[in-house]
């Protein structure tokens, strides 16, 4: 679409063409015949700033209606997870980060689209769960990522699918029940800030000692003989 100076130049141009080409007849024929509205000159004239004036009305409509770029929008290319304001309906309570916390295992930036293509199961679409609940418990989200992964084989367990407990997190009467997936991973993260990380842990052999402890009454299968390495193995694969 030509801008205002180049419409404006492509008339006035078109204008000299015309006199140029219209033959002089004594003094200001030519002139005369074009502001009367007569010969094919003036009709040429006419239909070309017509197209001019429309070119330039459709420029300055297009310009209105032109949306102001939001610089906090979230393109998704294809068909990938578009994140989206967690749909919390439990209350996760702040928890600060306590000096004791030595670890290297505070939060710091992923890769969104590499850490949601290995995610799969009842933890499709949940990377940006993990990481806003790693940034609001100042967490790696690999980490908690890694929890999840192991402790309901990528998201195909029964307490996944059932009670959308992603991270093994028990209650009065047993495994928790969550309304959604991204309430349990908030409170996983609130717990291990909480009750590990705030507490000493520093490593994730350190937190799985407490997490899942080898020989715990409710592990009768020992499971939790696996637990450090299976968590390890999906955090540096993640």
Same mark, same amino acid.
């Given at each position: 679409? =030509?801008?205002?100076?180049?419409?404006?130049?492509?008339?006035? $141009?078109? !204008? &000299?063409?015309?006199?140029?080409?219209?033959? =002089?007849?004594?003094?200001?024929?030519?002139?005369?015949?074009? $502001?009367? !509205? &007569?010969?094919?000159?003036?009709?040429?004239?006419?239909?070309m700033a017509a197209m001019?004036?429309?070119?330039?009305?459709?420029?300055?409509?297009?310009?209105?209606?032109?949306p102001v770029a939001n610089a906090l929008s979230f393109m998704a290319p294809g068909n990938s997870y578009n994140p989206a304001v967690a749909n919390l309906t439990m209350e996760h309570k702040d928890v600060a980060t306590s000096a004791a916390d030595?670890?290297?295992?505070?939060?710091?930036?992923?890769?969104?689209?590499?850490?949601?293509?290995q995610l799969a199961g009842k933890l499709s679409g949940a990377a940006v769960h993990f990481i806003e609940a790693g940034k609001k418990y100042d967490i790696d989200p690999k980490l908690l990522s890694a929890?999840?992964?192991?402790?309901?084989?990528?998201?195909?367990?029964?307490?996944?699918?059932?009670?959308?407990?992603?991270?093994?997190m028990m209650g009065k009467?047993?495994?928790?029940?969550?309304?959604?997936?991204?309430?349990?991973?908030?409170?996983?993260?609130?717990?291990?800030?909480?009750?590990?990380?705030?507490?000493?842990?520093?490593?994730?052999?350190?937190?799985?000692?407490k997490y899942a402890p080898v020989g715990a009454a409710n592990d009768p299968t020992g499971l939790n003989n696996h637990w450090t390495t299976g968590v390890q193995r999906f955090y540096n694969t993640l």
């Open positions: 679409m =030509m801008g205002p100076i180049n419409s404006n130049w492509l008339f006035q $141009s078109a !204008m &000299s063409s015309l006199q140029q080409s219209t033959p =002089m007849n004594g003094s200001g024929a030519a002139n005369n015949q074009m $502001s009367g !509205m &007569s010969g094919p000159g003036s009709f040429l004239m006419l239909l001019m004036e429309n070119a330039q009305q459709t420029q300055m409509q297009s310009q209105q209606q032109a030595k670890s290297d295992l505070k939060f710091r930036p992923v890769q969104f689209l590499k850490l949601d293509e929890i999840a992964v192991h402790e309901t084989g990528n998201g195909s367990s029964r307490a996944a699918n059932e009670k959308n407990n992603i991270a093994g009467n047993g495994l928790r029940s969550y309304e959604t997936v991204a309430d349990s991973i908030y409170d996983m993260a609130r717990n291990l800030r909480q009750n590990y990380l705030n507490q000493g842990k520093e490593s994730i052999a350190q937190i799985g000692a």
